[in-house]
Structure formats: C-alpha cells, structure tokens
C-alpha cells in the first residue's frame, strides 16, 4: 500500500469515529412539538433510533393501533440517532417509572399519554407487542402485528405530528418507508 493510501486509510478509520463523538457530544435535539392530547383520547408515543428494526415494529404497531381505532388513539413519533436519548431523559424527567424500566436505554422507548398529561412508560419493542396483545386480544390484525419479529433493517425518517387521529386537519395518513 502507498503512503498516501495508507495516510487515507488511517485518517478515514480515525477521523469517521472522532466525527461521530464529536457530532453526539455537541448534538441539540429538536423533536417534534406534541399538541395536547384530547379528552379520550390515548397517545403512543414512541422514540428511538431512525434506522432499528424493533423500533420499526413499534412505529408499525402504533400507526395501526391509530388507523384501526382513531377517536381512541393517536401517535408521537422522534427518530433521531443522537437525539432521542437526551429529549427521552427531559421528556421522562418527572415520570415514575417501574423498577424494570428504570435504566431504559435501548431504541425504542414506547409510553402512552393521556389528556391531564398523566403518562403511563411502557418499555421497548416487546413490552409494546405485549400491551397491544393484552389490551387488542380480540383484533386479529393488531395480534397478527404485535406477533411479529422486528424487521432486520428498517430505515425511517417520520417525525411529522401527522398520525390517523389528526388526518382531517393535516390530509393523507402518514406510511413509513421499509
């Protein structure tokens, strides 16, 4: 190998991490603004990594728990790379969490809200399926759905306030790409 490839190669292999240090320690985050939630009405939240496939599940599973039934359910959604962690730890400041959630750091964190802002954590991926399972046990499509795997890849990009609830203000729901 040449010097100048091999200069390349070391500054690459050097340089991408140090980037990507650089770009978590100095990283403001910027989620979407939530409206309140209506007298009613549950709202699934779900944050986490934009390219995960059990947060892919999740986001799958609460657009179609809020499509199916949207005068009981609507959504919030933030996928960020480097900024879900520290909006969660803001977001979650003065929530009581039960003991097997406290240190929750994987992608996806999953919670429900109410109007009041009385907030309910439900965990990751699987916690989610299982709420869906208890709570959908008669709808055999949100069964079929929370019985899944994660996808292995999944790649998303929607952080719009758009979810089945709000669709008479704001058009067409919301799909996510796979």
């Known amino acids: ?4 490839k091999a200069i390349f190669a070391g500054s690459t292999v050097l340089g991408i991490p140090l980037l990507i240090a ?3 320690a100095t990283y403001k985050p910027s989620p979407p603004r939530a409206d309140p939630v209506e007298d009613g009405v549950t709202r699934i939240g779900v944050i986490g990594y934009t390219m995960s496939g059990p947060t892919g599940k999740a986001h799958d599973l609460a657009n179609l728990i809020a ?3 949207p005068k009981k359910y609507d959504t919030y959604y933030y996928f960020d790379n480097f ?18 959630l406290k240190g929750h750091s994987t992608s996806p964190f999953v919670w429900l809200e109410q109007s009041g802002g009385k907030t309910t954590p439900i965990g990751g991926s699987d916690d989610m399926s299982t709420w869906a399972l ?5 709808d055999e499509e949100v069964v079929r ?22 669709t008479k203000y704001w058009g067409a729901f919301t799909k996510t790409t796979q």
């Open 67 to 69: 499509k199916k039934y």
């Open 134 to 138: 208890e709570t959908f046990s008669d």
């Open 22 to 24: 650089l770009r978590a």
């Open 1 to 4: 190998m040449s010097k100048t």
């Open 145 to 166: 759905a929370a019985k899944q795997p994660p996808p292995g890849l999944y790649f998303h990009v929607d952080n719009s306030r758009m979810t089945a609830h709000c």
């Open 83 to 100: 900024g879900w962690g520290s909006f969660s730890l803001q977001r979650f400041a003065d929530v009581p969490f039960p003991d097997r």
